[in-house]
């Protein structure tokens, strides 16, 4: 993703247009290109992090080192 921003939005030079509109095309890209785009993105993620994020998985992290995590964790 930070290539992606990388490639867009560092090009060296100044954004140019008419006064005040420079900042509105900005929003307006952001808004209707990159947002969706960081959306998709995390949404690629968000099943594996569900695995992550479950209570077996925190249940089985904590017995983890013959529970001595959970023992240093109360």
């Given at each position: 993703?930070?290539?992606?921003?990388?490639?867009?939005?560092?090009?060296?030079?100044?954004?140019?247009?008419?006064?005040?509109?420079?900042?509105?095309?900005l929003?307006?890209?952001?808004?209707?290109?990159?947002?969706?785009?960081?959306?998709?993105?995390?949404?690629?993620?968000?099943?594996?992090?569900?695995?992550?994020?479950?209570?077996d998985?925190?249940?089985?992290?904590?017995k983890?080192?013959?529970?001595?995590i959970r023992?240093?964790?109360?």
């Open positions: 993703m930070a290539e992606t921003l990388r490639r867009r939005f560092a090009t060296g030079g100044a954004w140019r247009g008419p006064v005040g509109n420079t900042q509105a095309m929003q307006r890209e952001l808004n209707d290109r990159w947002l969706p785009y960081i959306k998709r993105e995390f949404g690629k993620v968000e099943s594996t992090q569900a695995l992550i994020d479950s209570s998985e925190y249940e089985r992290v904590a983890s080192c013959n529970d001595e023992k240093r964790l109360k």
